[in-house]
Structure formats: C-alpha cells, structure tokens
C-alpha cells in the first residue's frame, strides 16, 4: 500500500507542471474499491485532465502514423483547450491562447492529405507546439512530451 502511494507521488510529481510536493498530496486520493486497493483518483483540473487526454490520444496516434495508416480523427473535444478551466495557479493568457490556437491547427493538420509535409513531419509539428507552450509556463511535463516525437 504504501508502497503504492509513494509510487502514485511520484507519478504525479511527474506529470504537473510544478512539482511541489504540496500540491502533489492535495491532488493524490488513496481509495479502497472492494478490498482492492485504487489508487488513480487524481484530481486535476479540467485542463490538467484535458492535457493527460491529448497525451494518451497522441501516444497511439503516434503509432498510426508510423505505421503510415492513421484511422483516428482530430478529436473534437481538443477544442475545450480554448475554454477548459485551468489549476488554481494558472490561468489563461495570451502567449496561452496564442499557442493553443497554433497547437489546434497542427494538429488538425495530421488529418488532412493535401499538404507538402510528410506525415510524419505533420505530426511532429503538432508535438513540437506541445513543448513550446509548455516551455512558456509549465515545463514538468516536457520530458514525457518530447517521448511522442518520431525520430527521423
Ligand atoms: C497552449 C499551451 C499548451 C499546449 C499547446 C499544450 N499544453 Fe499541456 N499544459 C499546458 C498548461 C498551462 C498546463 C497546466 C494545466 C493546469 O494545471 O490547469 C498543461 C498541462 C499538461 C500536462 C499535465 C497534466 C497534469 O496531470 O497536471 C500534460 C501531461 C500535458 N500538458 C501534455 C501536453 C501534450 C501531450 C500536449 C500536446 C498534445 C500539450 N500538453 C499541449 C499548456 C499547454
């Protein structure tokens, strides 16, 4: 149990953007579920849980495209970057809605075919405006970001 704890800490510390520790135990819930042990109510905000939505569709995204054979399609929901609420310490500003809006179009741009740029490239971009936001305000999540880029 405790072990598990200590491992969901550090999960979380992984993926906020500051890493206060502080914040981490706010946000880290231990339930039990039936004797076994559930240990992931993390409770980010809407835009925390928006940002862990865009990283798993990404993640297996990424995969499609190196397989040269994407079937998902530009998630509609990626649109409430523009107005999902954010964690008590942040909030919206324009570098924000400046980046947002270059990240949106990035990413819709995987999905179309009539372009000069490789898929793979087309990807790329779209993650690279992932980091450079994050290089604006909140850099924890950078390393775990820039895993999503295909090598060339
Ligand atoms: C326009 C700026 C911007 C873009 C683009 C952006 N992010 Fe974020 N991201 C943020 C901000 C700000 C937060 C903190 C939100 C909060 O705490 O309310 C965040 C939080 C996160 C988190 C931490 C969530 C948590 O558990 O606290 C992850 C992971 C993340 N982003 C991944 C990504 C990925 C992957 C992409 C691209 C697919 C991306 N972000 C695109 C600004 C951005």
Do not use: W
């Not at 206060?20 to 109510?41: H, M, P």
């Not at 947002?100 to 740029?117: H, M, P, R, W, Y």
């Not at 898929?119 to 994050?134: E, G, K, S, V």
């Amino acid at each position: 149990m405790i072990k598990h704890i200590a491992f969901f800490c550090l999960l979380s510390l992984f993926f906020s953007c500051n890493s206060s520790e502080e914040k981490t135990k706010k946000e880290t819930e231990v339930t039990i579920v039936d004797g076994a042990e559930r240990y992931d109510v993390y409770r980010g905000s809407e835009m925390a849980n928006l940002m862990r939505g865009m990283h798993a569709f990404n993640v297996q995204l990424k995969q499609e495209v190196i397989d040269g054979n994407v079937t998902s399609e530009f998630p509609e929901e990626f649109l409430k970057i523009h107005s999902a609420e954010f964690s008590e310490s942040k909030s919206r500003n324009k570098t924000f809605d400046h980046y947002s809006g270059q990240f949106i179009e990035a990413q819709k741009l995987v999905f179309t075919n009539d372009s000069n740029e490789s898929l793979a490239q087309r990807y790329n971009n779209a993650i690279n405006l992932c980091i450079t936001c994050h290089q604006t305000e909140c850099t924890g999540p950078i390393p775990k970001i820039k895993k999503l880029l295909i090598k060339p």
